[in-house]
């Protein structure tokens, strides 16, 4: 009997420290998940602080970059607006009449002459506008508007070259900037007083 107690209790205790063991051996395992979630979680977040960093680096030259594409599609749009009137308006290159007695590859060819000399005036205009509005009150984009509205009229009212119109029209943008008058309307008061001129031009000639 005696031994049949021991034998008992040295079963008892042995499965006692095999349940502790295993227990034991499932904390260490819960630990080291544990540690290494802790580090995955720490390492994203390092991620995450260095995507936000490299966002907005990323924005701070986008920014710019966006702006300055913006200025250059505008300023392209204006060298080709100007140089269309200036084309059309035979400013630049061969007369109408000359044109006029072309045909095919030859008229092409003189129209794209044309174009391209009137596209070199107006960038050359657009580039003088540009330093006018850096030191006159406005925009370049008001010294352009004022310049297109008024150009055919006083070129045809007057005969001026395209650099006495583009100064008579800078006076005009920058009088009316400081009166609060918008360019386009100083544009047009410019055509209606060429209008008029170019009237009374007619009127006296006629007598």
Known sequence: MPGGAAGIAAGVTENIVSRFSVQDDYTQQALGLASTALGVGRALAGFEAAFAVAQSALGMIQGPMRESMQLNQRYQQSVNDIAGTLASLNVVGQTAAQMGQLSGEALSGAMASNMSMARQQASALVGEMQATAARLPGETSDYITT???????????????????????????????????????????????????RSSTCASGTK
């Open 147 to 197: 310049f297109t509205a008024a150009l055919p009229s006083i070129l045809q009212a007057t005969g001026r070259t395209t650099r006495e119109i583009m100064d008579l029209t800078s006076q005009a943008t920058a009088s009316g900037i400081s009166k609060n008058i918008g360019a386009m309307q100083s544009g047009m008061d410019l055509m209606g007083s060429s209008a008029t001129r």
